[in-house]
């Protein structure tokens, strides 16, 4: 049957596109695979000229299934379930890439794309590595392609295909009317695309410049964390055990870095569209992306070591093993569904739990019988390090951020553990102090740790040396940190004095490590940033947890609430007593603020509202206005969500969201809550 107003062509290129990906993988796999195992030069070479050819063939593919997939969400051909399903004609055209990130098909594709090119940059420059690395690269993007397959093999469906028709994908299965007749068995009506007006739209959530670049930025970190990973693997396999660390640390250092920078812009993110209001909210999406990291920059620090000292080898095998499983778990964590009620941005499930947890198990599990099998065979230096050494400390450091990862992820799985184990463990009724109460420990033994280290030598320092180069700097970090401690206004009262005592130490520690390795730059290094890599990167890390401890400590509900109070229903996290309900046109006190509800806009078919809340301070002339909104997740069952809108300062934010809305089908005033936080 032929249906008016389908366009059938790009999909099917689609679908070409899709199998020779996989097929083109599966060949580059096993070309390299041969071409490690050859030993014959001549019978090497032709397997890896193949499996190059193959690999492009992949990556051509890649980036035309990309280009196809656009081009339907770009021209609105919503006969394409992933064009209804995360676009609509209303979409500005900055977003239309975000609609690739919303869907779990788009980004496996986006994942599989960095693939491509970091294995086209290790063909030009892996050398000797080339056959051994990219198999373990090509064998990953056989799984990826996988995920965006769509085949039935012996009735089991094998990936979701983006390209699958609206019709065929069940969705119109509950609109008899776009039938032949009303049984939904029968084929749909030729002209059932004349009542399809529009897509579902992109989640309101993601409309935001952040997720435009992040999930770009942040799946390239994870991408990248195979390259250390198939080093380490390669390096077993062929019982090359310490060369693989020389080519291995740029990479390694690149992978931290993007993946970093990726977790900091989903921060910034989670801080302008979701109603954190801080830095960082545990949430498990955010963990499943922390921990991977904080193993790699075990790693880096491991591989450091092994430079420097010949020590440490067998944990730095170990690190790049953990961090690129834990980016494989989190996959599994953040696209099975188990989170759905944990987490407000992570995927549902497709029905591929699994696939997921296969292409987990068969990279994990080979790769730690593997290392196991030959740890003996890992040479190891007998003596132990000097503990005046810095190699010694730089092992503590990196053993400190591995434990912490696993702290971490054992409390973000507390799902997995309820649904395997069949438990009903709950939640901690305060998930961020329930973090925050252990990793302050870890912050404090690492912010020491990155102050004084820099000032120690690989394998024994001298004891006059190390306090002759300490003293002044440590010297200068204990004035200043008290100062700050005592006229700072640091407060925690609430979660009791000791904790309170743990945050007075953090913020101390944190100043040590920003003025300890500002002054190792010219101490130690002459004042040549371009050689202080290592202090520049801790003063950074200072700063970081500096500014971290200093806002969370100045939180200040503004909004007490002085009117009518709003009662939020017992599944509500919001507090009535810390929601100021406005009436439009009407001024209510908020801090040294009067505050006015101006005005209101609403999207009907969104159920988006959009306020004008104008803010006019009491004791100077300072005013401003802010534009928060709401909408009720029709994406979702999530209810109520909030885009919140901020005032920044230099050494604060007015923070504001929308907590409650009337009911427009029921009430016909104009009043709203709003929660303000500074």
Same mark, same amino acid.
């Given at each position: 049957?032929?249906?008016?107003?389908?366009?059938?062509?790009?999909?099917? %290129? *689609?679908?070409?596109?899709?199998?020779?990906?996989?097929?083109?993988?599966?060949?580059?796999?096993?070309?390299?695979?041969?071409?490690?195992?050859?030993?014959?030069?001549?019978?090497?070479?032709?397997?890896?000229?193949?499996?190059?050819?193959?690999?492009?063939?992949?990556?051509?593919?890649?980036?035309?299934?990309?280009?196809?997939?656009?081009?339907?969400?770009?021209?609105?051909?919503?006969?394409?379930?992933?064009?209804?399903?995360?676009?609509?004609?209303?979409?500005?055209?900055?977003?239309?890439?975000?609609?690739?990130?919303?869907?779990?098909?788009?980004?496996?594709?986006?994942?599989?794309?960095?693939?491509?090119?970091?294995?086209?940059?290790?063909?030009?420059?892996?050398?000797?590595?080339?056959?051994?690395?990219?198999?373990?690269?090509?064998?990953?993007?056989?799984?990826?392609?996988?995920?965006?397959?769509?085949?039935?093999?012996?009735?089991?469906?094998?990936?979701?295909?983006?390209?699958?028709?609206?019709?065929?994908?069940?969705?119109?299965?509950?609109?008899?009317?776009?039938?032949?007749?009303?049984?939904?068995?029968?084929?749909?009506?030729?002209?059932?695309?004349?009542?399809?007006?529009?897509?579902?739209?992109?989640? !309101?959530?993601?409309?935001?410049?952040?997720?435009?670049?992040? !999930?770009?930025?942040?799946?390239?970190?994870?991408?990248?964390?195979?390259?250390?990973?198939?080093?380490?693997?390669?390096?077993?396999?062929?019982?090359?055990?310490?060369?693989?660390?020389?080519?291995?640390?740029?990479?390694?250092?690149?992978?931290?870095?993007?993946?970093?920078? *990726?977790?900091?812009?989903?921060?910034?993110?989670?801080?302008?569209?979701?109603?954190? *209001?801080?830095?960082?909210?545990?949430?498990?999406?955010?963990?499943?992306?922390?921990?991977?990291?904080?193993?790699?920059?075990?790693?880096?620090?491991?591989?450091?070591?092994?430079?420097?000292?010949?020590?440490?080898?067998?944990?730095?095998?170990?690190?790049?093993?953990?961090?690129?499983?834990?980016?494989?778990?989190?996959?599994?964590?953040?696209?099975?569904?188990?989170?759905?009620?944990?987490?407000?941005?992570?995927?549902?499930?497709?029905?591929?739990?699994?696939?997921?947890?296969?292409?987990?198990?068969?990279?994990?599990?080979?790769?730690?019988?593997?290392?196991?099998?030959?740890?003996?065979?890992?040479?190891?230096?007998?003596?132990?390090?000097?503990?005046?050494?810095?190699?010694?400390?730089?092992?503590?450091?990196?053993?400190?951020?591995?434990?912490?990862?696993?702290?971490?992820?054992?409390?973000?799985?507390?799902?997995?553990?309820?649904?395997?184990?069949?438990?009903?463990?709950?939640?901690?009724?305060?998930?961020? %102090?329930?973090?925050?109460?252990?990793?302050?420990?870890?912050?404090?033994?690492?912010?020491?740790?990155?102050?004084?280290?820099?000032?120690?030598?690989?394998?024994?320092?001298?004891?006059?040396?190390?306090?002759?180069?300490?003293?002044?700097?440590?010297?200068?970090?204990?004035?200043?940190?008290?100062?700050?401690?005592?006229?700072?206004?640091?407060?925690?009262?609430?979660?009791?004095?000791?904790?309170?005592?743990?945050?007075?130490?953090?913020?101390?520690?944190?100043?040590?490590?920003?003025?300890?390795?500002?002054?190792?730059?010219?101490?130690?290094?002459?004042?040549?940033?371009?050689?202080?890599?290592?202090?520049?990167?801790?003063?950074?890390?200072?700063?970081?947890?500096?500014?971290?401890?200093?806002?969370?400590?100045?939180?200040?509900?503004?909004?007490?609430?002085?009117?009518?109070?709003?009662?939020?229903?017992?599944?509500?996290?919001?507090?009535?007593?810390?929601?100021?309900?406005?009436?439009?046109?009407?001024?209510?006190?908020?801090?040294?603020?009067?505050?006015?509800?101006?005005?209101?806009?609403?999207?009907?078919?969104?159920?988006?509202?959009?306020?004008?809340?104008?803010?006019?301070?009491?004791?100077?002339?300072?005013?401003?206005?802010?534009?928060?909104?709401?909408?009720?997740?029709?994406?979702?069952?999530?209810?109520?969500?909030?885009?919140?809108?901020?005032?920044?300062?230099?050494?604060?934010?007015?923070?504001?969201?929308?907590?409650?809305?009337?009911?427009?089908?029921?009430?016909?005033?104009?009043?709203? *809550?709003?929660?303000?936080?500074?």
């Amino acid at each position: 049957m032929d249906y008016f107003g389908e366009h059938p062509l790009p999909g099917k %290129f *689609g679908h070409f596109f899709i199998v020779l990906s996989l097929v083109a993988s599966v060949v580059a796999t096993f070309s390299y695979f041969k071409a490690t195992r050859s030993k014959n030069n001549a019978d090497g070479g032709y397997w890896k000229k193949l499996a190059r050819s193959a690999f492009v063939i992949e990556t051509v593919s890649v980036v035309a299934i990309f280009s196809i997939l656009f081009y339907i969400i770009h021209n609105h051909l919503f006969e394409y379930k992933y064009a209804w399903q995360h676009s609509s004609l209303s979409l500005e055209f900055k977003y239309m890439l975000a609609c690739f990130w919303e869907g779990q098909e788009g980004s496996f594709l986006l994942w599989s794309f960095w693939h491509c090119i970091l294995g086209l940059i290790l063909i030009k420059t892996s050398k000797q590595w080339e056959a051994s690395v990219m198999t373990v690269v090509s064998f990953a993007q056989v799984c990826l392609a996988t995920m965006i397959a769509g085949l039935y093999i012996f009735n089991w469906k094998m990936g979701s295909n983006p390209f699958i028709l609206l019709r065929e994908s069940g969705v119109l299965d509950n609109a008899p009317a776009l039938h032949v007749n009303f049984d939904v068995n029968q084929a749909m009506r030729p002209d059932y695309m004349a009542s399809i007006k529009d897509g579902n739209d992109l989640n !309101p959530l993601l409309q935001n410049y952040w997720m435009v670049i992040h !999930p770009p930025v942040l799946f390239l970190g994870f991408a990248s964390t195979i390259v250390p990973f198939a080093f380490v693997i390669s390096g077993l396999w062929l019982k090359k055990f310490g060369e693989w660390t020389k080519p291995a640390l740029p990479w390694a250092l690149f992978s931290s870095a993007v993946l970093g920078v *990726g977790i900091m812009m989903g921060a910034a993110w989670a801080y302008e569209s979701l109603t954190f *209001g801080g830095y960082w909210a545990w949430d498990p999406v955010e963990n499943a992306s922390l921990v991977p990291w904080l193993i790699l920059i075990a790693g880096v620090h491991t591989l450091l070591i092994y430079k420097h000292s010949g020590h440490s080898l067998r944990a730095a095998h170990l690190f790049f093993i953990f961090a690129f499983g834990f980016i494989l778990y989190s996959t599994f964590l953040t696209r099975s569904g188990i989170l759905g009620d944990s987490s407000v941005h992570a995927f549902t499930d497709l029905g591929m739990n699994w696939q997921l947890l296969t292409f987990l198990l068969i990279f994990v599990l080979p790769a730690f019988i593997l290392f196991f099998n030959r740890y003996k065979e890992i040479p190891s230096i007998k003596k132990e390090e000097s503990a005046s050494s810095r190699e010694f400390w730089m092992f503590i450091g990196s053993l400190v951020f591995f434990l912490s990862a696993i702290v971490i992820i054992a409390k973000t799985s507390l799902p997995v553990f309820n649904k395997v184990f069949n438990l009903k463990i709950a939640a901690p009724e305060d998930p961020e %102090f329930a973090y925050n109460q252990i990793q302050i420990f870890v912050a404090i033994i690492i912010a020491v740790l990155t102050g004084f280290t820099q000032y120690l030598k690989y394998k024994s320092t001298p004891t006059k040396f190390f306090w002759k180069k300490i003293f002044l700097p440590t010297l200068i970090a204990v004035a200043f940190a008290t100062l700050v401690i005592a006229f700072g206004s640091i407060d925690y009262t609430k979660q009791g004095p000791m904790y309170l005592g743990a945050i007075w130490l953090a913020v101390a520690c944190s100043i040590y490590t920003i003025i300890a390795n500002t002054a190792y730059i010219w101490i130690g290094m002459k004042g040549k940033p371009g050689l202080a890599g290592g202090s520049i990167a801790h003063f950074g890390f200072g700063l970081v947890l500096l500014g971290i401890l200093l806002s969370s400590s100045k939180k200040e509900i503004l909004s007490y609430n002085k009117g009518m109070p709003v009662d939020f229903g017992t599944a509500s996290k919001e507090n009535s007593g810390e929601n100021l309900t406005l009436v439009k046109g009407l001024s209510m006190p908020m801090g040294k603020f009067d505050v006015t509800y101006l005005s209101d806009s609403a999207h009907p078919k969104k159920q988006q509202w959009y306020y004008k809340i104008h803010f006019k301070s009491r004791t100077d002339n300072e005013e401003f206005t802010l534009q928060p909104n709401a909408f009720v997740n029709y994406k979702g069952n999530e209810g109520l969500m909030a885009n919140p809108d901020s005032r920044h300062y230099w050494d604060h934010d007015v923070f504001t969201y929308v907590s409650a809305l009337p009911n427009p089908d029921k009430q016909k005033d104009t009043s709203t *809550g709003c929660d303000q936080q500074g």
